[in-house]
């Protein structure tokens, strides 16, 4: 055999190895990837008070947000959670070959901008957009991943009310009853003889304030209760629990029949939803939502010494999976051919007035409310939302047959303080929403 075609099999058999060992570097990489085993690192002295909480410990004073982030992404590292599992088997595909955030550009402010840029100008960490049941839109930034569970904040509690309106259909839940009949150890506390309704509407007589700024408030008491607030701040013969905190708020009689926004209500609601299911939060939300709407990853939810999970604020879950629950909201409670939740449930979230004594500024013509733990737009549309703070939102549009759903991390909870000057977060997400969806109903 010639000297050369020796020597040319045996570059071939080292360029063969060498593509083999090449293949096995990637793919090994691709699974470190996939599973986040390697994750960026932990800023500096990080604790869940700097996560979070907007405000100086010692002085009280305002501060922009710097480590949440990073913290909105990795909750878990900071606090106790529990998993809310999937159903590997039954997960719901979405349809489509979405685009690129810097592939689209929206006409916003009379002129057109691009998605990707304004995702970080406004501290966007996720987007998607579908339509049709067809994926159209998806982006992630910062610490956000495809398969890295978010922080959801407050669009938990929309969760909480779909849920309970699936117990009210099975007769497990009477609308009418009161907190006291359903948990005997809330007898002296300020929702003792407020009904079921007037929990999911946050129209209770409860005194639980929330204010952000006073460290003496209800809210923030009871985010020491839950460790999701520590240091001097806190009472150091607290409460450990939301078991051992929410009997002890009192009553404030003027606010009851009015809509007043209190987080520790959705405790309440769930710890009633507890009783009646017999399952902790966690197992009702994987049981009753998370597994039949085919979610792709597992979330999960913080949990205080008490083994409470934080059904007001603490779950987390993909960009993916949250436009899954904003499918169950935009189909009324369907998912394929199964009625998850009840569609008479989502037919009243819709069609409900609005608020002609909405409390907050709204948009010219728009006629805002709440109801069951859902925030109505009021724009003669339909339209509603699973709200958070720090710009954490899922917007079901019926008209538009749309779903959009934003992750963010803004600097504070409602959006303020950019590089640019001050900006109200709600009032661009709203300009924001209304022209990605003039946009993909147009193309």
Known sequence: MPMNFLRLIQLLKILLSTKVVFILVVTIWQIFLSNNVLSS????????????????????????????????????????????????????????????????????????????????????????????????????????????????????????????????????????????DYVPEMADSGWAKDDIRSLLDMRDGSAYDETYEDFGSALMLHSCAIQWLEGPVCPEDGPQSSYGFLPTVGRNDSWAGNFVYKSGTVDVLAWVLERVSGMTVAQFIAEEIWKPIG???????????????????????????????????????????????????????????????????????????????FWGVGNGEGDFEAIGINGQIIRAAPKANMVIVLNSAWPREEGQTITDGWYDGWDMAAGLFTAIKDHFSEH
């Open 295 to 373: 979610t792709e990853y597992n979330a999960h939810i913080t949990v205080d010494r008490g083994g409470y999970a934080l059904a007001m604020g603490g779950m987390s879950a993909t960009l993916r999976d949250q436009v899954r629950f904003g499918q169950l909201m935009l189909n009324r409670g369907r998912v394929g051919d199964r009625q998850i939740a009840p569609k008479e449930f989502f037919d009243d979230v819709i069609s409900h007035p609005g608020d002609r004594d909405w409390p907050y500024e709204s948009a010219k013509g728009h006629l805002p409310y709440y109801r069951s733990l």
């Open 41 to 180: 690192a932990r800023p500096e002295g990080i604790n869940i008070n700097s996560a979070w909480v907007g405000y100086d410990l010692k002085s009280g004073q305002e501060q922009p947000l710097t480590d949440h982030s990073w913290a909105f992404s990795h909750l878990r590292e900071l606090l106790p959670t529990v998993d809310i599992p999937n159903e590997p088997k039954n997960v719901t595909p979405l349809e489509g070959r979405p685009l690129h955030p810097s592939e689209v550009s929206i006409l916003l402010q009379g002129k057109k901008q691009n998605l990707d840029e304004l995702a970080k100008k406004y501290h966007i960490r996720g987007i998607a957009v579908l339509k049709d049941s067809q994926l159209l839109l998806e982006g992630y930034y910062g610490e956000n991943q495809r398969d890295r569970p978010f922080l959801m904040m407050s669009m938990s509690k929309s969760i909480i009310g779909t849920i309970a309106s699936i117990y009210v259909e099975r007769g497990l839940l009477d609308l009418e009853k009161t907190v006291a």
